[in-house]
Structure formats: structure tokens, C-alpha cells
Nanobody, 121 residues
Framework: QVQLVESGGGLVQAGGSLRLSCVAS????????MGWFRRAPGKECEFVAG????????YYSDSVKGRFTVSRDNAKNTVYLQMNSLKPEDTADYYC??????????????WGLGTQVTVST
């Protein structure tokens, strides 16, 4: 089973940028589609972005489309989430996990501890 460790979160002002990383270990994840999710305080976990194992297809939630970019480096077993033009409503704990290849919004794997993102006004 793959273990996932997210990092790169922090405190940033509205309009700023952060780059999150998710490193997988335990087994190669080169053939897994991966997704980013987030959970804001008092809210349900929501899908943010997904990417197929080749990186050829990406999908975003409407709330982040045009601002966030998901990418991966299979040689490094790492998935990234570049977050630009951050808004206070992006404040949440962010997690990555394995997702279904035919539905990138559906998580199927285990979860890491997440990384916290706080966007101030």
C-alpha cells in the first residue's frame, strides 16, 4: 500500500501562491491516478484537482479552475498542486490520495496527514 506525505502548506495573504507536494512511498505510484482534496473547518471534504497516471488528463473543481494546476513527476513519485491567486475560502487542510482513473473525483486509497493552508485577507 502506498504511503502519502503532503507538504508545502502555510500562511499566505490573499492573492498569493503556494505549491503543495505529495510524495508517495511504499510502492511505485506511476500507474495511479492521483487527486487533491481539501477539508475546510466545519465543512465536508471536497475534491480539488485530479491527474491521470500519464499526466495527460487533469480535472479541477469549478472553485479552483484557472487558479490551481496539478502536475506530477513519476520519477520522483511526487504530485504537485500549484495554487495561485489564493482566496480566504481556500483555507483548508489539503490531502492527496489515489483516485479512480475514470473518475478523478473519486478517492480509492489511503490518506496522508495533510498539509494546512491558511489564506489571510
Amino acid at each position: 500500500q502506498v504511503q502519502l506525505v503532503e507538504s508545502g502548506g502555510g500562511l499566505v495573504q490573499a492573492g498569493g501562491s503556494l505549491r503543495l507536494s505529495c510524495v508517495a512511498s511504499g510502492r511505485t505510484f506511476s500507474y495511479d491516478s492521483m487527486g487533491w482534496f481539501r477539508r475546510a473547518p466545519g465543512k465536508e471534504c471536497e475534491f480539488v484537482a485530479g491527474i491521470t497516471w500519464t499526466g495527460g488528463t487533469t480535472y479541477y473543481s469549478d472553485s479552483v479552475k484557472g487558479r490551481f494546476t496539478v502536475s506530477r513527476d513519476n520519477a520522483k513519485n511526487t504530485v504537485y498542486l500549484q495554487m495561485n491567486s489564493l482566496k480566504p475560502e481556500d483555507t483548508a487542510d489539503y490531502y492527496c490520495t489515489v483516485v479512480r482513473s475514470k473518475n478523478l473525483t473519486r478517492p480509492v486509497g489511503s490518506w496522508g496527514l495533510g498539509t494546512q493552508v491558511t489564506v489571510s485577507t
